[in-house]
């Protein structure tokens, strides 16, 4: 499948395009989120999203005009500030579906296979779960993943959940 037939395939799929998460107040919220970014409290967090999911590493990030890595966990290529296009995002995908998105092998998942992580073959399964900004508009997202493809257990989704609820609440803070 070539990369404009995987464009097709996530808008027959009800998908929204990257360009609806540049609306001026999510990105704003987004923004506003970064200032508390640098809390070591979600570093710990995002280890603990890998850890109890298994995944030898986890990332949260915010969605900017840009996908910005506020914090790592486990062994990754990424760091944190360093930031990628929103086009290339897989949680960028999972903030478009608006729901926790689950992909065992992401080379053959329609709406991540093209994308540069899955690519180059640093995510082969992928498990983001979005994250809501004070005025519930959806800002990034935590995400735990392995370079090979592998299964993910509903203890799984639903401990990456309940971290992702507490690292939304832990940025929605007052600072």
Known sequence: MDANSTRHVRRASGLAEVASL??????????????????PVLGALVELAASVTGAPSAQLALLTDQHVVVAVGGRLPWRVSDTAPLEGSLCAVTVLSGDVLVAADTRSHPWLCDLAPVVS???????????AGPDGSLVGALCAYDAEPREWSGRDVTLLCQVADVVAVHLRRPA
Do not use: I, K
């Open 121 to 131: 073959g640093h995510v082969g399964a992928y498990l983001g779960a979005p994250l």
């Open 22 to 39: 540049r609306e001026p107040l999510r990105t704003g919220a987004a923004v506003a989120l970064l200032a508390q970014a640098e809390d």
